[in-house]
């Protein structure tokens, strides 16, 4: 069961041990602040939503435990930019899928670790 949200809750961090976290077809149109008390977040989908761009302005916060990514299905992203993912260190796998408007992915969106 889904239910469309635009808001969410000013604080995860009653949720110190959460994982997994969907947030599907919630009507988002920025990424919740309150992401970045996620801190053992290993997985993380925002398919569905409208948010338009992921940048600076609207980055991921610090989640080094977040592995998998989802952005599918966002039909009104148009960028991501200049780091709009760089602050996820741990990002293992990122979806992106029937994204049509997606035109462009900056060179330094995304952050690249050498082991």
């Given at each position: 069961m889904h239910h469309s949200r635009t808001a969410f809750p000013k604080t995860f961090a009653a949720l110190r041990h959460l994982k997994k976290l969907n947030l599907t077809s919630n009507q988002l149109t920025v990424l919740p602040k309150s992401l970045e008390e996620a801190r053992t977040l290993e997985y993380?989908?925002?398919?569905?939503?409208?948010?338009?761009?992921?940048d600076r302005t609207?980055?991921?916060?610090?989640?080094?435990?977040?592995?998998?990514?989802?952005?599918?299905?966002?039909?009104?992203?148009?960028?991501?930019?200049?780091?709009?993912?760089?602050?996820?260190?741990g990002l293992e796998s990122l979806y992106i899928q029937n994204c049509w408007k997606l035109g462009r992915i900056e060179e330094?969106?995304?952050?690249?670790?050498?082991?």
């Amino acid at each position: 069961m889904h239910h469309s949200r635009t808001a969410f809750p000013k604080t995860f961090a009653a949720l110190r041990h959460l994982k997994k976290l969907n947030l599907t077809s919630n009507q988002l149109t920025v990424l919740p602040k309150s992401l970045e008390e996620a801190r053992t977040l290993e997985y993380l989908s925002l398919d569905d939503n409208p948010i338009r761009a992921i940048d600076r302005t609207n980055a991921f916060p610090n989640l080094k435990m977040l592995r998998e990514l989802s952005l599918r299905g966002m039909l009104n992203l148009t960028m991501i930019g200049n780091g709009g993912l760089s602050a996820l260190t741990g990002l293992e796998s990122l979806y992106i899928q029937n994204c049509w408007k997606l035109g462009r992915i900056e060179e330094y969106a995304i952050a690249f670790t050498v082991r």
